[in-house]
């Protein structure tokens, strides 16, 4: 606020005695407090600065009424053909200017629409109208809604931004502070258990995230609760703005009463503001009053006007806020150019919450280029014929990409400014889950419809974007007699369990009347009797469903209002609204969208219980839970639920989901595509970015699927599946605002196609058209051969040791621990004296070894207490440390509270001693290991044998748990299978399947011919490979090796 600038007018005002002074009086004061030259126009009483035209008038002569003649001279006489003069002689558009009027007692703003100019309603000379004539004459034009005008203007580093999130964050931690409970600090652990667990940050990460988003919360909050509190303020903070620009659009575009809201409101006392606030943004009356129904519903991020109630919160968050409607005040919300073309509100998210915050969130905004890209999937559809739907919209961004092609349709079309509003809210939904999503994507929704409302007048809408689970939704379960609907919502702090009677379940006007009335009379905490009476008499319930409802209806009623009598009112209806909503929006031609790539084991507790019945019934989890499981990315759930609850039969479903879906163990139910008995989800082609980076602040493996729902009992292979990369000289990484013409410039397009390795729900092989064919002697499974993996120590700075040092005289080696080798903090690096007995060679990776040799990037051993994870195994280990090898004993017991913590071992150790190691066997110490690197670009086989340990002797390596192995007890079958497995045919069908990071057990789908001992081909290629394996490999002998192999394999 510019108070020294409001008080010397203050004081001069009273000496103004004509137009002259007061004209000089305000130019002074201006040009002193901004240190800026005001110039004066010699033939009018004008000022101007850059973008920004003032016209005085004596005190007073207004009125205060923007009826007056002195008014209607100033804004049409005078600062109209100024500011058309100005714009012609500068070249400028006439809606770039900011017209003033001022007669000292009031201040009036106008600007020029389509050649006409439009005035704002007249402010009293105050603190925030004095200020914002000051912000007209800083800024010096009006403000186009872009996504970097949002974040320069409101982002973290703005003085407006930091302000008023430093104002909520003092709030919040006084509330979350206080020993008593209130309705913030539950709405704040209603948040965080659903929308804000953050996860698997470092405390470099922590410490980066608090200095980059430039506010702080309280020292003296939890530490688990730091990084969330701040999270909340952020999104609080980020749907007041996006609230303030829809209200400042729908005021713009003439929709209301009101010309502008902003500006108005920044105006008002205290109480007034806080009501205005309450009733006009969080309770949606503006919106209602321009004819748009439900647009604000959730009541979470509202919680600041509670924390206004407080004395020693008040004064800054209204201040705070004052400051941030003056600066929305000079946004051209009329003119919505860029706005409608781009999701510029995702930019501005992305800008407010820092990136490793973001990744921990699983927040990927999926870039314009990409949507633009899924679109152009569906060809030759009825854009203006088809029903579409994005169940997880986020920001909207496929939205607008959906509304941009139906507006550009309807043109050709010629069809009228309402007929086009009706499709579109009749044909375009959004779902989500996260509230803030919802708002954000009702926003950017008003944005690209807000010029067909204004040339609708009188039209009503509700924009039909939810806040809906793609996953758990209400339903109708047709193998139940029950008459109710039972539904979940909320965490453990609300759990709040719905019933609802199926047939007022499934009638949505009905419902929603209903639901509105029960939630006024619990807001006056009104008893159930007397609303059951109320509904009768009203209609809405006849008197037998009165009787026969009853029960659901007062159990969930009466939870609501034991809520509200804890504070939580205002709430809960509405969203309950939202979910019901979603089930009885039915089907669609397309459904198409970017939903969350996020882990099962990542997902809130309790909503993993909520949603794993619906996931059961899909059979979507994989059987091998040691492969991952329950892992399952999340998108693969939503895949199947949302084709099944709301695609319709032979509609298609284009999805930007992650490529592990279609070659990874954990995926293999994904992978049966079967919806039912008699539906499947046919897929009709892959486009595979997983060499590139659509998201340039993530490595996914992205790719865009796309779906068609279909009556059969199999699927037709092989699929159309396209790998993009870069093109030679061009750069992996796609930035996100490029228009997609560019990107096609960046990239190249290989057609392939894929194949299940073998049966239907096995990994896909990926190969060039018609090589799958060739590598049929090859699939199946491996009969003879069991690949295994190595040893899982969990701690590798504790086990993967350096020997330093030897001391033959007392028999003891000197071993270094490796603190930098692993995240957990083991302390500084340490040196011990321990017997060798238990220390063995180790192949830690893919840099150990290349194709058929060994080479050690370091020379690491491996301390190994147990050979076997069975009960007599550790009883010798437990007697060698007792007796042998005390000082290894001693040793482990340094890093005991550590050693209790490793994963593996709660898992699956947890009865045996705390320093015991997974995956050991017999198998462990095989003289002949083949072994393959789980994580390599380049898949490539070696044989291992021994190596010397000091003052042991020749000892086997032993294979970290990253490197997979088959033993042997004799050389020739080892190396025989080793010139298989570096064959070119092997390799490319290994690649062709498996993820790079997860080339698990290969011989699960291939079957090499057994080594017979016998046939002279196989014993000369295990000779050659040997030999490759001693001397080094050579051009003529990998010739030899290639020609065997493929005389073997039948080729």
Same mark, same amino acid.
């Given at each position: 606020?510019?108070?020294?600038?409001?008080?010397?007018?203050?004081?001069?005002?009273?000496?103004?005695?004509?137009?002259?002074?007061?004209?000089?009086?305000?130019?002074?004061?201006?040009?002193?407090?901004?240190?800026?030259?005001?110039?004066?126009?010699?033939?009018?009483?004008?000022?101007?600065?850059?973008?920004?035209?003032?016209?005085?008038?004596?005190?007073?002569?207004?009125?205060?009424?923007?009826?007056?003649?002195?008014?209607?001279?100033?804004?049409?006489?005078?600062?109209?053909?100024?500011?058309?003069?100005?714009?012609?002689?500068?070249?400028?558009?006439?809606?770039?200017?900011?017209?003033?009027?001022?007669?000292?007692?009031?201040?009036?703003?106008?600007?020029?629409?389509?050649?006409?100019?439009?005035?704002?309603?007249?402010?009293?000379?105050?603190?925030?109208?004095?200020?914002?004539?000051?912000?007209?004459?800083?800024?010096?034009?009006?403000?186009?809604?872009?996504?970097?005008?949002?974040?320069?203007?409101?982002?973290?580093?703005?003085?407006?931004?930091?302000?008023?999130?430093?104002?909520?964050?003092?709030?919040?931690?006084?509330?979350?502070?206080?020993?008593?409970?209130?309705?913030?600090?539950?709405?704040?652990?209603?948040?965080?258990?659903?929308?804000?667990?953050?996860?698997?940050?470092?405390?470099?990460?922590?410490?980066?995230?608090?200095?980059?988003?430039?506010?702080?919360?309280?020292?003296?909050?939890?530490?688990?609760?730091?990084?969330?509190?701040?999270?909340?303020?952020?999104?609080?903070?980020?749907?007041?703005?996006?609230?303030?620009?829809?209200?400042?659009?729908?005021?713009?575009?003439?929709?209301?009463?009101?010309?502008?809201?902003?500006?108005?409101?920044?105006?008002?006392? *205290?109480?007034?503001?806080?009501?205005?606030?309450?009733?006009?943004? /969080?309770?949606?009356?503006?919106?209602?009053?321009?004819?748009?129904?439900?647009?604000?519903?959730?009541?979470?991020?509202?919680?600041?006007?509670?924390?206004?109630?407080?004395?020693?919160?008040?004064?800054?968050?209204?201040?705070?806020?004052?400051?941030?409607? !003056?600066?929305?005040?000079?946004?051209?919300?009329?003119?919505?150019?860029?706005? +409608?073309?781009?999701?510029?509100?995702?930019?501005?998210?992305?800008?407010?919450?820092?990136?490793?915050?973001?990744?921990?969130?699983?927040?990927?905004?999926?870039?314009?280029?990409?949507?633009?890209?899924?679109?152009?999937?569906?060809?030759?559809?009825?854009?203006?014929?088809?029903?579409?739907?994005?169940?997880?919209?986020?920001?909207?961004?496929?939205?607008?990409?959906?509304?941009?092609?139906?507006?550009?349709?309807?043109?050709?079309?010629?069809?009228?400014?309402?007929?086009?509003?009706?499709?579109?809210?009749?044909?375009?939904?959004? $779902?989500?889950?996260?509230?803030?999503?919802?708002?954000?994507?009702?926003?950017?929704?008003?944005?690209?419809?807000?010029?067909?409302?204004?040339?609708?007048?009188?039209?009503?809408? /509700?924009?039909?974007?939810?806040?809906?689970?793609?996953?758990?939704?209400?339903?109708?379960?047709?193998?139940?007699?029950?008459?109710?609907?039972?539904?979940?919502?909320?965490?453990?702090?609300?759990?709040?369990?719905?019933?609802?009677?199926?047939?007022?379940?499934?009638?949505?006007?009905?419902?929603?009347?209903?639901?509105?009335?029960?939630?006024?009379?619990?807001?006056?905490?009104?008893?159930?009797?007397?609303?059951?009476?109320?509904?009768?008499?009203?209609?809405?319930?006849?008197?037998?469903?009165?009787?026969?409802?009853?029960?659901?209806?007062?159990?969930?009623?009466?939870?609501?209002?034991?809520?509200?009598?804890?504070?939580?009112?205002?709430?809960?209806?509405?969203?309950?609204?939202?979910?019901?909503?979603?089930?009885?929006?039915?089907?669609?031609?397309?459904?198409?969208?970017?939903?969350?790539?996020?882990?099962?084991?990542?997902?809130?507790?309790?909503?993993?219980?909520?949603?794993?019945?619906?996931?059961?019934?899909?059979?979507?989890?994989?059987?091998?839970?040691?492969?991952?499981?329950?892992?399952?990315?999340?998108?693969?759930?939503?895949?199947?639920?949302?084709?099944?609850?709301?695609?319709?039969?032979?509609?298609?479903?284009?999805?930007?989901?992650?490529?592990?879906?279609?070659?990874?163990?954990?995926?293999?139910?994904?992978?049966?595509?079967?919806?039912?008995?008699?539906?499947?989800?046919?897929?009709?082609?892959?486009?595979?970015?997983?060499?590139?980076?659509?998201?340039?602040?993530?490595?996914?493996?992205?790719?865009?699927?796309?779906?068609?729902?279909?009556?059969?009992?199999?699927?037709?292979?092989?699929?159309?599946?396209?790998?993009?990369?870069?093109?030679?000289?061009?750069?992996?990484?796609?930035?996100?605002?490029?228009?997609?013409?560019?990107?096609?410039?960046?990239?190249?397009?290989?057609?392939? /196609?894929?194949?299940?390795?073998?049966?239907?729900?096995?990994?896909?092989?990926?190969?060039?058209?018609? +090589?799958?064919?060739?590598?049929?002697?090859?699939?199946?499974?491996?009969?003879?051969?069991?690949?295994?993996?190595? !040893?899982?120590?969990?701690?590798?700075?504790?086990?993967?040791?350096?020997?330093?040092?030897?001391?033959?005289? *007392?028999?003891?080696?000197?071993?270094?621990?490796?603190?930098?080798?692993?995240?957990?903090?083991?302390?500084?690096?340490?040196?011990?004296?321990?017997?060798?007995?238990?220390?063995?060679?180790?192949?830690?990776?893919?840099?150990?070894?290349?194709?058929?040799?060994?080479?050690?990037?370091?020379?690491?051993?491996?301390?190994?207490?147990?050979?076997?994870?069975?009960?007599?195994?550790?009883?010798?280990?437990?007697?060698?440390?007792?007796?042998?090898?005390?000082?290894?004993?001693?040793?482990?017991?340094?890093?005991?509270?550590?050693?209790?913590?490793?994963?593996?071992?709660?898992?699956?150790?947890?009865?045996?001693?705390?320093?015991?190691?997974?995956?050991?066997?017999?198998?462990?110490?095989?003289?002949?290991?083949?072994?393959?690197?789980?994580?390599?670009?380049?898949?490539?086989?070696?044989?291992?044998?021994?190596?010397?340990?000091?003052?042991?002797?020749?000892?086997?390596?032993?294979?970290?748990?990253?490197?997979?192995?088959?033993?042997?007890?004799?050389?020739?079958?080892?190396?025989?299978?080793?010139?298989?497995?570096?064959?070119?045919?092997?390799?490319?069908?290994?690649?062709?399947?498996?993820?790079?990071?997860?080339?698990?057990?290969?011989?699960?789908?291939?079957?090499?011919? $057994?080594?017979?001992?016998?046939?002279?081909?196989?014993?000369?290629?295990?000779?050659?490979?040997?030999?490759?394996?001693?001397?080094?490999?050579?051009?003529?002998?990998?010739?030899? !090796?290639?020609?065997?192999?493929?005389?073997?394999?039948?080729?």
């Amino acid at each position: 606020m510019y108070e020294s600038l409001y008080n010397t007018l203050k004081t001069a005002k009273n000496k103004w005695e004509n137009e002259e002074e007061l004209r000089i009086s305000w130019i002074r004061a201006l040009s002193d407090s901004l240190g800026i030259d005001l110039q004066a126009e010699r033939d009018r009483n004008d000022s101007s600065y850059n973008e920004v035209i003032i016209e005085f008038k004596s005190k007073g002569l207004f009125k205060g009424k923007t009826t007056s003649r002195s008014f209607k001279e100033a804004i049409y006489d005078r600062l109209k053909p100024y500011i058309e003069k100005k714009a012609k002689g500068e070249g400028l558009s006439e809606g770039d200017y900011i017209g003033i009027a001022i007669d000292g007692e009031h201040i009036c703003f106008a600007k020029m629409l389509d050649g006409e100019i439009i005035h704002d309603e007249l402010l009293p000379f105050s603190l925030e109208s004095v200020t914002m004539v000051a912000t007209a004459f800083k800024d010096s034009f009006r403000r186009a809604v872009t996504a970097k005008n949002l974040v320069e203007d409101f982002g973290l580093s703005s003085d407006t931004g930091h302000e008023l999130m430093q104002a909520l964050s003092d709030a919040l931690s006084m509330n979350l502070l206080d020993r008593k409970n209130n309705k913030i600090k539950m709405l704040f652990e209603e948040w965080r258990t659903l929308f804000g667990q953050v996860a698997d940050l470092t405390s470099t990460q922590i410490n980066g995230i608090k200095k980059s988003i430039g506010f702080s919360v309280s020292p003296n909050l939890p530490a688990h609760l730091q990084i969330p509190a701040s999270l909340f303020v952020i999104h609080s903070y980020n749907s007041l703005i996006i609230k303030l620009l829809a209200a400042e659009i729908v005021s713009a575009h003439g929709m209301t009463s009101k010309k502008v809201f902003a500006q108005t409101a920044a105006t008002y006392d *205290d109480e007034r503001l806080m009501r205005s606030f309450s009733q006009e943004i /969080e309770k949606g009356r503006l919106f209602e009053a321009a004819g748009i129904s439900g647009f604000v519903e959730e009541a979470i991020f509202s919680w600041y006007l509670d924390a206004c109630q407080h004395k020693a919160t008040r004064e800054v968050i209204l201040s705070s806020l004052r400051n941030t409607l !003056i600066k929305m005040s000079f946004y051209r919300t009329d003119v919505l150019v860029e706005a +409608r073309t781009q999701d510029v509100l995702k930019g501005f998210y992305q800008a407010l919450v820092p990136t490793e915050l973001r990744k921990s969130l699983g927040e990927y905004y999926t870039p314009d280029w990409l949507v633009e890209f899924t679109l152009d999937k569906f060809e030759d559809l009825n854009w203006l014929g088809s029903r579409f739907l994005d169940p997880t919209c986020g920001s909207a961004s496929f939205l607008l990409g959906l509304i941009k092609r139906i507006r550009k349709e309807a043109e050709n079309e010629e069809l009228s400014s309402r007929q086009t509003l009706q499709l579109i809210t009749e044909n375009v939904w959004g $779902f989500d889950l996260n509230p803030l999503a919802v708002q954000t994507a009702r926003v950017n929704y008003l944005i690209a419809i807000a010029d067909l409302l204004k040339m609708s007048p009188g039209r009503n809408v /509700e924009i039909p974007i939810l806040m809906a689970d793609a996953i758990y939704a209400p339903s109708d379960d047709p193998k139940s007699d029950e008459e109710v609907v039972t539904y979940s919502i909320g965490s453990q702090i609300a759990n709040l369990t719905v019933q609802i009677p199926k047939s007022l379940a499934f009638d949505r006007k009905r419902l929603d009347r209903v639901f509105e009335i029960m939630g006024e009379q619990v807001e006056q905490d009104v008893e159930f009797e007397k609303v059951l009476g109320r509904l009768v008499r009203i209609k809405l319930l006849r008197e037998e469903e009165a009787k026969s409802w009853e029960q659901p209806l007062k159990a969930t009623y009466n939870r609501i209002l034991d809520l509200h009598r804890e504070s939580w009112n205002g709430i809960w209806f509405r969203i309950i609204r939202n979910f019901f909503w979603s089930a009885n929006a039915g089907e669609f031609d397309v459904i198409v969208g970017n939903p969350p790539w996020v882990r099962w084991s990542k997902l809130p507790e309790l909503y993993r219980k909520r949603v794993k019945p619906t996931c059961l019934q899909y059979d979507i989890f994989s059987s091998t839970p040691y492969h991952g499981g329950n892992e399952l990315d999340i998108s693969g759930m939503i895949t199947y639920t949302v084709a099944d609850k709301w695609l319709k039969e032979d509609g298609y479903l284009a999805f930007v989901i992650t490529q592990t879906h279609f070659q990874s163990p954990s995926s293999e139910g994904f992978r049966s595509f079967r919806i039912n008995d008699e539906e499947m989800l046919v897929p009709i082609s892959i486009d595979d970015m997983k060499e590139l980076k659509p998201f340039n602040d993530a490595a996914n493996k992205t790719v865009v699927a796309l779906f068609k729902k279909e009556l059969r009992s199999s699927i037709d292979y092989p699929v159309p599946y396209n790998i993009w990369r870069a093109r030679t000289g061009s750069k992996r990484t796609i930035l996100p605002y490029l228009p997609l013409n560019k990107v096609y410039e960046q990239v190249q397009m290989f057609e392939m /196609e894929a194949n299940p390795v073998n049966e239907e729900k096995s990994p896909w092989a990926v190969l060039p058209p018609g +090589r799958f064919k060739d590598m049929k002697n090859i699939t199946g499974k491996g009969g003879w051969i069991q690949g295994r993996k190595g !040893i899982t120590a969990d701690l590798n700075g504790v086990y993967f040791v350096n020997i330093v040092a030897v001391n033959d005289e *007392d028999g003891l080696v000197q071993i270094e621990t490796r603190p930098e080798s692993g995240k957990k903090d083991i302390g500084p690096k340490s040196k011990y004296w321990i017997e060798p007995g238990m220390l063995h060679p180790l192949i830690k990776g893919a840099s150990d070894f290349k194709k058929f040799k060994v080479q050690p990037k370091n020379d690491l051993y491996v301390l190994l207490p147990n050979e076997g994870i069975k009960k007599e195994h550790f009883e010798t280990s437990e007697e060698l440390l007792d007796t042998e090898y005390q000082l290894t004993k001693r040793y482990f017991a340094d890093f005991r509270d550590l050693l209790l913590q490793r994963s593996t071992r709660k898992l699956y150790l947890k009865d045996k001693p705390y320093y015991g190691v997974y995956n050991v066997g017999e198998y462990t110490f095989a003289p002949f290991k083949v072994v393959w690197a789980e994580q390599s670009s380049k898949f490539v086989s070696a044989v291992v044998t021994e190596k010397d340990v000091p003052l042991v002797g020749s000892r086997p390596y032993i294979p970290d748990h990253k490197v997979f192995f088959v033993d042997f007890e004799v050389a020739e079958p080892a190396y025989y299978l080793c010139g298989l497995l570096n064959s070119k045919l092997v390799r490319e069908f290994v690649e062709s399947h498996n993820i790079a990071i997860q080339v698990g057990n290969i011989f699960k789908h291939m079957n090499l011919p $057994f080594f017979d001992p016998d046939n002279e081909q196989h014993v000369a290629l295990a000779d050659y490979v040997q030999e490759a394996h001693s001397s080094g490999l050579t051009e003529g002998l990998e010739n030899v !090796i290639q020609e065997l192999s493929d005389s073997i394999l039948g080729l």
